[in-house]
C-alpha cells in the first residue's frame, strides 16, 4: 500500500519561504513521477508542479514559475516543494501525488493527506 505524508507547511509572510516535503512509501518510488497540487478554500484543486522519476524534468503552473522549485531525493523517497516569494493566493492545503508512471503527465493514482499553508499579507 502506498502511502504518501506531507510536512512543512504551516504559517508565512507574503514575501517569505517555506519547504514542503512528501515522504512515500510502499512501492519502488524511483520509479514514478510525482506531482504537488493545492486547493484553497471555496476553490477547485489545482496543479502546481511535476517532476519526472529521476529528477531531470519538471514542469510548474504558469502561477508558480519562477518562484517554486520541485525536487526529489530517491534515495531517500522524498519529493521536495521550495516555494520562495510567497503571496497571499498561495494560501492552500498542498498534496503531493505520486504518478502512474515514471514520466509527468499521466495521471496521479495515489494522493497524501496535504499540509496547510497559510501565507500572511
Known amino acids: 500500500q502506498v502511502q504518501l505524508v506531507e510536512s512543512g507547511g504551516g504559517l508565512v509572510q507574503a514575501g517569505g519561504s517555506l519547504r514542503l516535503s512528501c515522504a512515500a512509501s510502499?512501492?519502488?518510488?524511483?520509479?514514478?513521477?510525482m506531482g504537488w497540487f493545492r486547493q484553497a478554500p471555496g476553490k477547485e484543486r489545482e496543479f502546481v508542479a511535476a517532476?519526472?522519476?529521476?529528477?531531470?524534468?519538471?514542469y510548474y503552473a504558469d502561477s508558480v514559475k519562477g518562484r517554486f522549485t520541485m525536487s526529489r531525493d530517491n534515495a531517500k523517497n522524498t519529493v521536495y516543494l521550495q516555494m520562495n516569494r510567497q503571496k497571499p493566493e498561495d494560501a492552500a492545503i498542498y498534496y503531493c501525488?505520486?504518478?502512474?508512471?515514471?514520466?509527468?503527465?499521466?495521471?496521479?493514482?495515489?494522493w497524501g493527506q496535504g499540509t496547510q499553508v497559510t501565507v500572511s499579507s
Open positions: 517532476i519526472s522519476w529521476g529528477g531531470g524534468s519538471t
Open positions: 501525488a505520486e504518478d502512474y508512471g515514471a514520466t509527468m503527465g499521466g495521471g496521479y493514482d495515489y
Open positions: 510502499g512501492r519502488t518510488f524511483s520509479s514514478y513521477a
